[in-house]
């Protein structure tokens, strides 16, 4: 089988009753929001529900679809979405070594890997949706 010619990912931004941010620490990267690869035959929404369970434990359902970042150099486009928790318990695998709700200043201090705290402020701020960035 041939090496796709890009990957597509998907990502949640997970705000809680209290506007707590979910994040998930991992092996690489450190804190991040979760997310992870589009299977084939499977919807860029369906794949953020899905690896935030796989990641986090949680259950979310999607508010809406912020924006695109598209890394030319990786082949990437990762898609980004607004979500809210609907229950699940918070657990830890060996994708997520940590996990948790964090007020949304502490989270933005945690995340350090590239460009995933200008990807989540984006999110969060609904006047910027949908945007598009390419790097």
Known sequence: MEDPKHIVSAAAVVLNEEGHLLLIKGPKRGWEMPGGQVEEGESAMDAAVRETKEESGIDIEIIKFCGVF????????????????????????AESLETGFYPVQEALEQV???????????????DQHPFFIDF
């Open 70 to 93: 598209q890394n030319k150099g990786d082949k990437i486009c990762n898609l980004l979405f607004l979500a809210k928790p609907l229950g699940g318990e918070l657990t830890v695998t």
């Open 112 to 126: 350090t890997w590239t460009n995933f705290k200008e990807r989540i402020m984006l999110c969060l701020n609904e």
